[in-house]
């Protein structure tokens, strides 16, 4: 391994597998792509369980390289988490989201935030500026973290998510039932959403178990006053099994796949004419 630019390590020679010169490739191009203004959100939509009507949108970042192709977020987010680019990323995938909400009247849109960005010194004055900047109710923006944003220091972790819902952000809980202490946190901080995650989702059909959990998850979230949202409801099944355990939300490629703003605004105005 040779260390280049900004303590970056770049491994060369034959040893060095497909994945892992990916890895390298995907680090080395983020800045430029960063610059090439290469990065966007599609958005997938959440239905309200009930009626079926959109409540909310999910932002999920999109990256298209000419030469390595679309690259995963599942790639390229941990990328810019050891390249520190997450930062301005994570910033870029705000302002993006607020100026959607503003074209998108009265639906929530969610954005995912990385831990780093939650820890980093000012990340509530950083929302706040680009809410003010961009003129968006707060309560019209839902920020999504994982447990893993308790591993590090929990206790400065939840100060911060405290300091954001005083803002007024909605604040969601993402792979529910996925971490370590999932209940611990429950306690220490009114989450406004659950989101099941989609392993639970996905096997509906094979395991009884999941059943259990899903409709123990949504009492529970019940009686503390959270809503609930199913993630990566596929098929008919899965969908008539979290209605029937009254989920307040569904998200997934039954009702949508995640869409570019423009094609979001043609499926919101067709689920009007239905
Ligand atoms: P996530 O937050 O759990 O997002 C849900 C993922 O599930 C998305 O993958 C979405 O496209 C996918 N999905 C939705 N419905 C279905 C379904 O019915 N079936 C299946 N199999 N998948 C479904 P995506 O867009 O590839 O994103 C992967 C992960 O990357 C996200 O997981 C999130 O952790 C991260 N990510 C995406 N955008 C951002 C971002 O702007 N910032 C940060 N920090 N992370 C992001
Ligand atoms: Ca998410
Ligand atoms: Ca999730
Ligand atoms: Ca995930």
Redesign the pocket.
Known sequence: AKRVGRGRAVVYGPALGDASRRLSQIELALRGAFKAGQFH??F?PKVDAKTMRPVAV?????WNHPKLGTV???EF?SA??RCGM?HE??Q??LREAALAAKQLDGLVVA????PL?LMESDFTSIVAGILKEVGVEPARIEL?V?ESVMLDDAREALRRLHALRELGVRVAL??FGTGYSSLAYLRSFPFDTL?I??SF??SLGEQANSHAIIDTIVQMARALGMRTVA????GDIELAAVRAMHCDEV?????S??LSLGSLKSWLDGQHEG
């Open positions: 959100l599609h997938q999910e932002a999920l970042m999109r995963a977020p599942g987010i810019a988490e997450i990323l994570g870029l995938a954005v995912n935030v990385s960005q999504e994982t993402d792979d989101k995650d989609r989702v996905q993630e990566g409801v596929e998200q997934g490629y039954l009702v796949r995640p």
